[in-house]
């Protein structure tokens, strides 16, 4: 801009002409326009400043959303982990899916099992599957699971009588002798029938030679480990449970002693 | 060129400390959600290296078994010298039964599960000779 007097440059802000000294009309006009910038300008400072200020805190908002949510998440979460029934459930709907799953490699391993007479191997493969309790599953089984059962628990109960585990509820060798007996008495109450019943599909499949087998290999741990005769151990499934517990208590004390 | 010190807005701030106490406070709860998890995510019945090294020292055979095989069912791997001494214990439990009945066959066949087992379970071996003399087995 140009003093219209002498030429001369005038800055925006010149009320006069330095060189002349003559006014600049264009003052007012000027520092009127200035004015209304500066407002505007400070106008939209603040907004940008409110604007700011207003998104830092939408951002930590969410920050604060998105933490709380992943927090209450993994509460929610440790509660339900922690409940007994919910972790059962979950944990049985996953088996089952595992069972329905892999059915092929499962029914390979049972009859891989059935046909080695491996008793241990079958019982905890079936409570590692809970095979007997989704009873959807392998119905024909069932006697094979109960014998492997039989099985598994006359030989725990030998093995806690010898290395003197008492147990979670302090059972003594009399205690064990006891269990054993019923387990034994058990057998042909539960397991063994099927095998005498010549109605009995077991007879169609491998099953009712199992059962058999099972019976005579209980018949053998318990005469060998309780020292007992061939007799005395086929006489065993006809005693009363009293009579049989004393029998192995008797054969137990000299065995295997009891520490104090 | 100094900067001039603008003042904090106090909203920002107080939500700048709830933010730094809920991320302190995911700490434990991340924690006791992963060990919460963990455990309800685990087969039933397996049991850790550790387990298997308490049911040794308190001499629970039968639990210690039930482990080795409910370990190799879930593909647990992490306790293959606690399973060879189980296999041990198995096999020599049931090698008193074949030698009483006098089936030699079978007999043998778990002396041969005994020997395998005995070379797998390294250090383990010191359990041996105590599982043998609570069986009754001669050393030959």
Not at chain 1, 69 to 80: D, E, Q, R
Not at chain 1, 101 to 124: Q, S, T
Request: with cysteine; aromatic share 14%.
């Amino acid at each position: 801009m140009k003093c219209k007097f002498c030429g001369s440059n005038l800055g925006i802000e010149d009320e006069f002409c330095p060189h002349c000294g003559k006014p600049n009309d264009q003052f007012e006009g000027n520092r009127t326009e200035m004015k209304e910038y500066k407002e505007e300008f400070e106008k939209t400072k603040e907004e940008v400043k409110e604007s700011s200020k207003t998104n830092s805190r939408i951002g930590r908002l969410i920050v604060i959303g998105v933490l709380s949510f992943i927090i209450i998440a993994m509460l929610i979460g440790i509660h339900n982990y922690s409940d007994f029934d919910t972790r059962e459930r979950n944990r049985n709907k996953r088996i089952e899916d595992y069972v329905s799953e892999h059915k092929d490699e499962i029914d390979a391993k049972l009859i891989e099992f059935e046909d080695n007479r491996d008793y241990l191997a079958m019982d905890y493969f079936v409570l590692n599957y809970r095979l007997r309790s989704n009873s959807d599953y392998y119905p024909e089984y069932g006697k094979v699971f109960a014998a492997s059962i039989q099985y598994r628990v006359i030989h725990d109960d030998i093995l806690n009588i010898m290395d003197g585990y008492d147990g979670y509820e302090n059972l003594k060798d009399r205690d064990w002798c006891d269990n054993i007996a019923k387990y034994i008495l058990d057998y042909d109450v539960y397991v063994q029938p099927e095998y005498f019943n010549p109605d009995s599909t077991l007879h169609e499949t491998g099953h009712a030679a199992y059962i058999k087998d099972c019976r005579m290999a209980i018949q053998d741990m318990v005469q060998a480990y309780f020292d007992l005769t061939y007799d005395q151990a086929n006489g065993m499934w006809l005693m009363g449970k009293d009579d049989l517990c004393d029998m192995l208590y008797s054969k137990c004390m000299d065995l295997y002693p009891e520490e104090e | 060129m100094s900067r001039k010190k603008t003042k904090q807005d106090p909203v920002n701030i107080f939500l700048d400390v709830i933010i730094i106490i809920l991320i302190f406070a995911m700490i434990p709860v991340g924690f006791f959600y992963y060990n919460a998890r963990s455990y309800a995510v685990k087969p039933s019945f397996t049991k850790d290296a550790q387990m298997m090294g308490f049911l040794l020292g308190k001499r629970d055979y039968a639990a210690f078994i039930q482990g080795r095989y409910i370990n190799s069912y879930n593909g647990d791997t992490s306790t293959d010298g606690y399973n060879a001494l189980a296999d041990y214990i198995e096999a020599d439990f049931k090698y008193k039964i074949y030698d009483a009945k006098n089936f030699k066959a079978k007999a043998d066949e778990q002396k041969d599960i005994m020997e395998s087992a005995r070379k797998q379970m390294g250090e383990l071996t010191v359990f041996t000779d105590q599982v043998d003399e609570m069986m009754g087995i001669k050393k030959e």
